[in-house]
């Protein structure tokens, strides 16, 4: 099993550009999740995707949108990034939102935006 | 709203002494609380988990967590460090209260630096 997997790994951006993060789970897990990863601020939920065909805002979902492509598929889209953008953005998986909830991680990806 | 505090930024020790990280979260009906680790340039992984049950949770590589709910805290402890620790360390809760959905809130991390 790969577990969780992020494409890409590194990106640069400049302002206003867009970009998708792709994440994929082969755990056949039901829930998906991105958050971001800034300094001193540990991680913040941007969305969450309870199951296929569901999603949902977390704490910090401005300037984000997402896809739950399918089980296995959950997208994350900037359509005009901007400096405050800048941070690592991981993906992570768990089987069910309401009787597992150990979260599996990806390796992130690094955004910068210049 | 839950919140999650860890009270030390960083937290340098010397090899084979003991450690504490210290967690603090806000109070709730109930509450699940985590403790993952992030090596460098790597994903976050699971140490430890309270669900419910006695309250001293053991991990892997012989960490281990006290859940004191008097305190609202969840102190993770390892009674003798290796190199190999030298990570930074989150403790997360998720709300296990009705509609919950599984979402973490974490804390802002600390680093544990292992020196020879």
């Known amino acids: 099993n790969a577990g969780v997997t992020q494409t890409p790994k590194f990106q640069v951006l400049k302002t206003g550009q867009s970009m998708t993060l792709q994440c994929a789970q082969d755990?056949?897990?039901?829930?998906m999740y991105w958050y971001r990863q800034d300094p001193g601020m540990g991680l913040r939920l941007i969305y969450y995707s309870a199951s296929e065909g569901t999603t949902d805002k977390g704490e910090v979902p401005n300037g984000y949108n997402v896809s739950r492509l399918n089980k296995r598929e959950f997208s994350l889209r900037l359509e005009s990034a901007a400096p405050s953008q800048t941070s690592v953005y991981f993906c992570?998986?768990?089987?069910?939102?309401?009787?597992?909830?150990?979260?599996?991680f990806g390796p992130g990806t690094r955004l910068t935006v210049t | 709203a839950q919140s999650v505090t860890q009270l030390d930024s960083q937290v340098p020790v010397f090899e084979e002494a003991p450690v504490e990280l210290r967690c603090n979260y806000s109070?709730?009906?109930?509450?699940?609380l985590f403790w993952y680790v992030q090596y460098p340039n790597q994903g976050l992984q699971l140490l430890l988990k309270y669900l419910s049950g006695s309250t001293l949770v053991k991990g892997i590589n012989g960490f281990e967590a006290e859940f004191n709910k008097s305190q609202t805290s969840f102190h993770l402890r390892k009674p003798s460090v290796h190199i190999s620790d030298t990570a930074e360390y989150f403790c997360a809760v998720s709300d296990g209260g009705s509609g919950n959905t599984g979402k973490l809130i974490f804390g802002q991390g600390t680093t544990l630096q292992v020196k020879p």
């Open positions: 755990m056949n897990h039901n829930s």
């Open positions: 109070s709730s009906v109930s509450v699940y």
């Open positions: 992570a998986s768990s089987w069910d939102r309401g009787f597992n909830y150990e979260q599996y």
